[in-house]
């Protein structure tokens, strides 16, 4: 749809925009992902009776502190993300003025960031109720969400509408997160959390949060340079259609990943809780069949999506150009299967309300940050994809596997059979 009805100039400032927007993890510093891991420990002492939460009074007390803590957050931080992003884009955009030609961005620039501020107030009460155990129904929830997102979109394309299609399918989605949250089940459940009396029993930002979340933030931080940097520098150093063509082909394979990920991303409340519980052999056994899954499944997919893109250069089919060459494409799909190992791990560890990965990320970030400024300005994307899987498979995955095998020796006293 995006090559059908943009431009290759506006193809690029397409993606562009999604990497500057992305810079919302400077906001909300790894928060949302903390919230799974704090609230499922907790519900380790409740159990449900009629879509609410009875038993341990204590930790009902802290998941109200916890979910008060959450919202007064991200409240402050969607304003902020609105204030400083919009004249931040305004400012990047206009001093390139030789990809800004003949293009209009400003209007859909300006929807796109109060749109996806509003979405992430939102955002966090969903990482919540994960936490609390309604992985289906929040699994169940994201899919209509992006089915939703995708069909808006592709309807704003197709009447004309160009870049504000993005705005506009990040609007829907904050809509159908409104409505999904206000449904009966959810909005009596939360309601009982907020209302549940706070007593001396609360979560402790500073003493029990911020001691994990600095380091998960400080990854995140790290992870759009490893992440997000590429079509930012390829758009003020190559073109905007070098920008649009990676990040369209960056797009496909993160869609991959993201699929492939859900074999372990729904177990995130039950790693938590059987590592509350000690029960580190039933964890293992999860983990490590759900991680095999999910590599299986980014393998195929990867190779699949490289497949029919190879054939679409074959036919001659006017869409294949708006990707980066296969010799690239084939790269980036082992990059793929490389950081999807670096996923799981990083998952299986952070499950422990502990970040051993800071370490890894800030200096992969280092490395990726210099490698694809100095790449992109001065060589090429050629460069800048070899250097990215260079990086990856000499420094990124050595020094992350031994660092999950090295941790989860140390944090298990059982003695495997």
Request: charged share 10%; net charge positive; proline share 2%.
């Amino acid at each position: 749809m995006i090559s059908s009805f943009l431009s290759s100039k506006e193809q690029g400032f397409y993606y562009t925009f999604g990497s500057i927007t992305a810079l919302q993890v400077f906001f909300e510093l790894g928060l949302s992902y903390v919230i799974i891991h704090y609230a499922s420990y907790e519900t380790a002492w409740l159990t449900w009776n009629n879509n609410l939460f009875e038993g341990d009074f204590k930790a009902k007390s802290r998941l109200s502190s916890l979910l008060h803590f959450t919202v007064n957050w991200y409240r402050v931080v969607s304003v902020c993300l609105v204030v400083l992003l919009l004249p931040l884009g305004w400012l990047f955009f206009s001093a390139n003025q030789a990809n800004t030609e003949q293009v209009n961005w400003l209007g859909p620039w300006t929807l796109l960031c109060i749109s996806t501020a509003l979405f992430l107030f939102i955002t966090p009460v969903f990482s919540f109720l994960e936490g609390c155990g309604k992985v289906k129904e929040v699994a169940l929830y994201r899919i209509y969400q992006s089915l939703s997102n995708y069909i808006f979109i592709g309807l704003s394309l197709a009447l004309g509408l160009r870049l504000y299609s993005l705005g506009i399918g990040v609007a829907i989605s904050f809509l159908c997160g409104l409505i999904w949250l206000n449904l009966k089940s959810n909005r009596v459940f939360l309601k009982d959390i907020w209302v549940s009396k706070i007593s001396d029993y609360k979560i402790n930002w500073k003493q029990e949060i911020l001691p994990f979340q600095w380091k998960i933030a400080i990854s995140w931080l790290s992870g759009y340079l490893i992440f997000q940097l590429f079509n930012p520098i390829l758009f003020t150093f190559q073109s905007a259609a070098v920008a649009g063509q990676m990040g369209m082909s960056l797009a496909a394979f993160n869609g991959v990943s993201l699929v492939a990920m859900a074999w372990v991303n729904t177990k995130i409340p039950t790693f938590s809780v059987l590592i509350a519980k000690k029960e580190f052999e039933e964890l293992d056994r999860i983990f490590f069949k759900s991680a095999l899954q999910s590599l299986v499944v980014v393998t195929a997919a990867s190779f699949t999506l490289i497949t029919v893109i190879y054939l679409l250069h074959r036919f001659d089919i006017s869409i294949s150009t708006r990707f980066l060459p296969i010799n690239l494409l084939v790269i980036l799909g082992f990059i793929n299967i490389l950081n999807q190992f670096t996923f799981c791990q990083a998952i299986y560890l952070r499950a422990h309300k502990k970040e051993p990965f800071l370490l890894n990320s800030v200096v992969g970030s280092i490395l990726t940050g210099i490698s694809t400024y100095v790449a992109g300005r001065y060589f090429g994307v050629e460069a800048v994809v070899m250097m990215y899987f260079l990086l990856n498979l000499v420094v990124g995955l050595p020094w992350n596997t031994y660092t999950f095998l090295h941790k989860r020796k140390a944090w298990h006293s059982y003695q495997p059979n």
